[in-house]
């Protein structure tokens, strides 16, 4: 079986960009190496693409929401950190305006929320 991984924002304003410097950093630091990825928007079609459309907060969450048009589509549509607080419906902190640091603990958590992940697909 193929597993594919994607990510796509519901906004396009940093469509093609490469990712904060910060993130690079940490995600190096923990041997992963995003440098070269860059940023593209969310698409209708993903919802064919994939089957479950994880979302870091609140806003992206209703914004795919509005997006779906079928059930099917909306059915597939989570918040990430309930993988790690079911039923909390948390957001990840934006940690843009921040320092290093909060990337280090939004890191954490979906690290966390990535191993939840993996093992309720194996």
Do not use: W
């Amino acid at each position: 079986m193929i597993k594919l991984v994607e990510s796509a924002g519901t906004a396009d304003y940093h469509s093609g960009k490469s990712p904060d410097r910060r993130a690079i950093e940490i995600a190096k630091k923990n041997n992963i190496n995003i440098s070269k990825y860059k940023a593209r928007q969310f698409e209708k079609s993903d919802f064919n693409k994939f089957d479950i459309i994880f979302a870091m907060d609140i806003n992206n969450y209703n914004d795919l929401k509005k997006i779906a048009t079928e059930t099917k589509e909306k059915e597939k549509i989570k918040l990430i950190l309930n993988e790690i607080e079911p039923c909390l419906n948390k957001s990840v902190p934006d940690p843009y305006y921040g320092n290093k640091d909060g990337f280090e603990i939004v890191f954490k958590l979906l690290d966390k929320a990535c191993d939840k992940i993996i093992k309720n697909i194996e």
